[in-house]
């Protein structure tokens, strides 16, 4: 994408004036050119799951030259307080609303063609995070001037987190480092390339799913393709492990429960006439409702079982914990909202639909209330791109869009 200042006719914000919108507003014209250059640097520079120590070191020396002061987590990531120290600090024991960033990358090829393409080959942005990192950064210098200008009501913590796209994900590392003790609220916003920019989709309740690894694994002696009856045929159990197991489930959980495996890889065997010795199938299951989660291993480790019992194979069943559905609290969600109208009118908000995609955000709201927003990214009238796809682009005024976003609802 271009810069804001060469794409379609700039969004329209909140004109400069005493009101708080209209600082932020003000702010985030000011800032959002350095925060695009921030986020094509992100981009061109990925990094996987907790190796992310350059970018941790780009968001550290920028919240450094703000006056701030980061706090490294271990490997990387980091957060950041603002409103703690200085003429207008706040104590210690005043709660902060926190704001959350995911910074990694994901293992695949950038094919978006963009003079900022990633540089790393087989590593690339592809779902927004380097937005993202962007937006919460951005937002996060917004409040630091609104701190230094005695209009921040509350302390707010950045929260820079590694090792989202892996399970049970990287929000896990900064809980047992910390990260949310002393916070009230968090907010957290997701690139949604089904949204036009400019618009945001919120939901009460669960806004994504429960998601798990499953990796099943049969073994048995092998054999020759012509004697099926003298040995355990991994290849044909492993058809009915992929046929069956979903159907299974299907009828041994609740339907509303919006239960969902689905197979992303199969491997078995290397010649046509020989039965191999061991086969994997792996996916994902997915859950829109805690309880059903809660029970669906149970019932997921049965059906395994009992679908591969007469083949005379022998089972291995691999289930990660992934995360929880990220149930937005209705006040919280609010705030976004009403945040959302403040900036942007009211036609700013959409109400957005449950996705069976997995978020670890969820871990922090079972800490804490709080919601999470999705960000549009698409140009209106323009095509519709989707995440985890390598050609993804996204119209970058969503990072002024997210940052004001962000930034007003910490201060409402």
């Known amino acids: ?19 708080l919108p209209g600082r932020i507003a003000a702010l985030v014209r000011e800032l959002e050119a350095e925060l695009v250059a921030v986020r094509r640097d992100v981009h061109a520079h990925p990094e996987l799951a907790r190796t992310e120590v350059r970018t941790t070191r780009v968001l550290a020396e920028r919240l450094r030259a703000a006056g701030l002061v980061p706090r490294l987590l271990e490997g990387s990531g980091l957060v950041c307080d603002i409103g703690r120290t200085g003429a207008h600090g706040f104590g210690a024991a005043v709660p902060a609303v926190a704001l959350r960033a995911d910074i990694d990358a994901l293992p695949l090829d950038d094919a978006c063609g963009l003079p900022f393409a990633s ?68 907010f957290a916003v997701h690139a949604e390339p089904k949204i036009d920019v400019g618009q945001v989709g919120t939901r009460i309740g669960p806004i ?75 996916g994902t299951l997915r859950c829109l409702d805690v309880r059903a989660w809660e029970r669906a291993g149970e019932v997921l480790d049965e059906a395994v079982q009992q679908v591969v019992a007469p083949y005379d194979v022998e089972v291995d069943l691999e289930h990660v914990r992934g995360v929880p559905p990220v149930d937005n609290d209705e006040a919280c969600t609010a705030t976004l909202e009403a945040a959302a109208r403040d900036l942007h009118g009211p036609d700013a908000v959409l109400l957005t639909e449950q996705s069976l995609g997995g978020e670890d955000f969820a871990w922090y709201l079972t800490k804490v209330p709080g919601a999470m927003a999705r960000l549009g990214t698409r140009t209106p009238g323009g095509r519709t791109f989707d995440i985890h796809q390598g050609d993804l682009e996204v119209d970058e005024r969503a990072i002024g869009v997210g940052m004001g976003l962000l930034a007003r609802a910490a201060t409402l």
């Open 119 to 186: 540089t790393v080959p087989g590593v690339a942005h592809a779902c927004g995070h380097d937005v993202h990192t962007a937006v919460v950064l951005g937002a996060g210098l917004v409040l630091a001037r609104l701190h230094d200008d005695g209009l921040l009501p509350r302390p707010v913590r950045l929260i820079f987190q590694p090792a989202e796209e892996v399970m049970p994900g990287g929000s896990l590392d900064v809980l047992d480092q910390g990260g949310l003790d002393g916070v009230e609220r968090i």
């Open 208 to 282: 994504t799913s429960a998601s798990d690894a499953i990796t099943v694994t049969l073994t048995s002696p092998g054999g020759h393709t012509s004697r099926p009856h003298l040995t355990g045929d991994v290849v044909y159990a492993l058809g009915q492990v992929i046929t069956q197991v979903p159907a299974v489930l299907g009828r041994r959980l609740d339907p509303r429960s919006g239960v969902n495996l689905t197979w992303g890889a199969v491997h078995a065997g290397v010649a046509h006439n020989a039965i191999p010795g061991t086969g994997t199938v792996a």
């Open 1 to 19: 994408m271009t810069a804001p200042e060469e794409q379609v006719a700039p969004l329209d914000r909140a004109a400069p004036g005493e009101s």
